[in-house]
């Protein structure tokens, strides 16, 4: 598979066929029986400055995605490139130093802060640990973070429990703010927040970016949350992307069955709309110990084909800067659309 | 929510309600006081027992033998060695020209009385509180002795135990797959080993001193926390605010001791008070059997032994078995307040 996306702007990060098993261990001498392909060849770019969603549903191997490219989990295959670097088999030490430029935000901000740790710890422990500032100095410097992501310098003292869950994920924010990296990973950073501090978040996120120039991951199955944060898209389906491309294609115009269905699902907040032509998948997810042959997808899909149950589709660029990985659309974009079969 | 203070330190909320509860336990908390205020007087054994005077007025001097060792000559005596007190000719030396003050029980722990109105074991006397063990040395002194050393050695063997029990632990657990895998292993068989008879050979070829005896009871001590702390940290690696310190760029090291360690503690300070008196209880049975500290060391064990072996002298066994009984119905008892002041799902009277 090649590089998934050409844009104008230099990547920051770059993933290519990134792989990301685990095996299953039975037995008492713990031999390998078999392998949960969490990740199954996924190649994408990320430009400076901006935010990559990746969706799918539960299960699909997004979080696995973004724990892989910071190396919290180690890829089975592929590369990652960071700022221009290969970043995949380079040592731990060094992988230490790096995490200064890649952080990441937890999707949950109970589990994810500790429990015995003041705020102003928590949120000053990464700079304490790189050897950045120290002492009074610490203190400002967390004080400056903590207003900045709208938290107030009365509450440096106080201990996780003590914030509501908008503020725990400000806290998350600030810490993975302190090192002033490049790349902030959000691992489904506002989905344990009810709807009102979802947009608060986001916004902050946003504002960040600005003044920051961060790039952002952006994890997420809520679709509507990644529409309003993202410029660029790439749908995840069992390990696979399985298409990509800003994110007004993307909405205006999906290829793949699934991405289709997985717009068709997303609600209007209007009881009068009687939606036509939903596609509505069947089914679960496969397992992704044991992936269909062909393509993945097949099973679920309204227009699987013979073909499809035999060879796997690889991502092509059907039309500029729009990547799709479905045999229904190999040519151009008029052919694929040619090609559609009608909606039953 | 602001933080209380204990003797000075910082006491966070949790903490200062598991203090709270452990003071609702009237029995736990009393015998906390108890057995500190008799650790406390016995760690002064020597002003409170012992052969030599407190403190000796002569010839218009003060002499304090407790701390300095004076020759016989010092009082008008014939020999150059450390003046004899109890010796009576000594003592007249010194009332000639003076007085001795002397501690409340004047014998010392190896102190062998020669005046006894018997042969050794002899009976309780206004002297000899307890009576005199088979070597006619003053029980009472030989208990003061043997409780401090007791004590002294279960809490330095927990200390150093818990120390190496954690590390091995967390290391383990921290590790997790293979290394995990083969250090449960060599904990079994370790475990497996019978203890007491492993001791015992040890002990019969190299002479055990108070250290080496330490050193012996730690081959197997060390294991009592391994289990808890490695759960706690099998656990623990894969909390998320784990995970985030990793990402963070914090070391191995420092996530172990600072955000996973924490968690094994409430499990570690339970069992200590255990491990305490687990502790006691090991060297009191090597004592007995005459494994233990070397002899003529002040030991709980030995006295017991003696009790056995001299039926016809009650007074040894039944004091001996009175201070075991009372030493380690204490450490139980706070134990088990600590236990209860732990646990979260236990309710307290306010």
């Known amino acids: 598979m090649t590089g998934a996306a050409t844009g104008d702007g230099p990547a920051l990060l770059k993933v290519t066929g990134l792989k990301t098993h685990f095996p299953i261990r039975k037995g008492v001498l713990a031999h390998v029986t078999g392998q949960v392909y969490a990740v199954d060849g996924v190649s994408f770019e990320i430009r400076r400055g901006e935010t990559f969603g990746l969706v799918g549903e539960s299960g699909c191997g997004k979080t696995t995605v973004g724990k892989t490219v910071l190396r919290l989990i180690e890829p089975t295959a592929g590369s990652i490139e960071f700022e221009g670097r290969d970043i995949t088999r380079i040592a731990k030490e060094e992988m230490r130093r790096l995490r200064q430029r890649m952080q990441i935000i937890y999707q949950d901000p109970y589990s994810s802060l500790n429990p015995r740790m003041k705020a102003a710890d928590i949120v000053g422990e990464p700079l304490k640990v790189h050897k950045i500032v120290s002492g009074g100095a610490l203190r400002e410097r967390v004080e400056a973070l903590f207003e900045r992501v709208g938290l107030r310098p009365e509450q440096l ?173 190999e040519g151009n974009v008029a052919d694929a659309t040619e090609l559609r079969p009608e909606r039953t | 929510m602001e933080d209380g203070r204990l003797l000075g330190m910082r006491v966070t909320p949790l903490n200062a309600r598991r203090i709270e509860n452990f003071k609702a336990n009237r029995r736990g908390y009393w015998s906390l006081w108890i057995f500190i205020a008799i650790f406390f007087v016995t760690l002064f054994a020597e002003f409170l027992a012992n052969d030599k005077p407190l403190l000796v007025r002569y010839d218009g001097a003060f002499y304090a033998p407790v701390f300095v060792a004076y020759p016989e000559t010092a009082f008008g005596g014939d020999f150059e060695t450390e003046a004899e007190y109890s010796d009576p000719e000594v003592q007249e030396l010194i009332e000639e020209k003076g007085w001795i003050l002397w501690p409340v029980i004047p014998y010392s722990f190896d102190t062998i009385v020669f005046d006894l109105p018997g042969p050794a074991p002899s009976p309780p ?91 012996f009871l730690l081959l197997f001590s060390w294991m009592g926390l391994v289990g808890v702390v490695r759960a706690e940290f099998l656990r623990g690696r894969n909390y998320t605010y784990v995970m985030a310190a990793r990402a963070l760029g914090v070391s191995d090291r420092k996530i172990m001791f600072k955000h996973i360690l924490p968690n094994a503690m409430v499990a570690t300070v339970t069992l200590m008070p255990f491990i305490l008196t687990g502790s006691i209880t090991s060297l009191t049975a090597l004592d007995f059997l005459g494994f233990g500290l070397p002899p003529g060391s002040p030991s709980l064990g030995e006295l017991l032994n003696q009790g056995k072996a001299n039926l016809q002298a009650p007074w040894l066994g039944i004091s001996a078995f009175l201070i075991l009984a009372v030493m380690l119905s204490l450490l139980i008892f706070i134990g088990e307040a600590v236990r209860d002041a732990f646990d979260p799902r236990k309710t307290f009277r306010a």
Not at chain 1, 312 to 318: D, G, Y
């Open chain 1, 157 to 329: 003292d106080n201990y996780p429990h003590q914030f509501s869950g908008g503020q725990r994920q400000r806290i998350g924010i600030a810490r993975a703010l302190a090192l002033s990296p490049s790349l902030i990973v959000g691992d489904e950073p506002v989905s344990a927040l009810d709807v009102s501090i979802q947009a608060q978040v986001i916004n902050l996120l946003m504002d960040l970016q600005e003044d920051y120039e961060l790039s952002y991951l952006f994890i997420a199955h809520d679709l509507a949350v990644v529409e309003h944060i993202s410029q660029r898209i790439g749908v995840m389906y069992l390990g696979r992307i399985v298409e990509l491309t800003d994110k007004r294609t993307l909405f205006s115009n999906p290829l793949h069955p699934y991405s289709e269905a997985l717009l068709s699902a997303v609600p209007i907040p209007d009881p009068g709309v009687t939606r036509e032509g939903r596609v509505i998948l069947t089914g679960d997810v496969p397992s992704p110990i044991n992936p269909p042959e062909g393509c993945h997808f097949h099973a679920r899909c309204p227009y699987a084909t013979e073909r499809c149950r035999m060879e796997s589709p690889s991502l092509k660029e059907v039309e500029p800067d729009h990547w799709v990985s479905c045999h229904l659309h």
């Open chain 2, 125 to 215: 006397t206004l002297q000899n509180w307890l009576g005199t063990d088979d070597q006619g040395r003053d029980v009472v002194a030989r208990l003061i002795y043997g409780f401090r050393i007791s004590v002294l050695f279960g809490l330095v063997l927990t200390i150093v135990s818990s120390m190496v029990g954690i590390a091995a632990g967390a290391w383990q657990g921290y590790s997790g797959g293979w290394t995990d895998l083969l250090f449960q292993r060599f904990m079994e068989i370790w475990s497996s080993m019978p203890q007491l008879f492993m001791l015992i050979i040890l002990a019969s070829f190299i002479e055990p001193t108070f250290w080496i005896l330490m050193v």
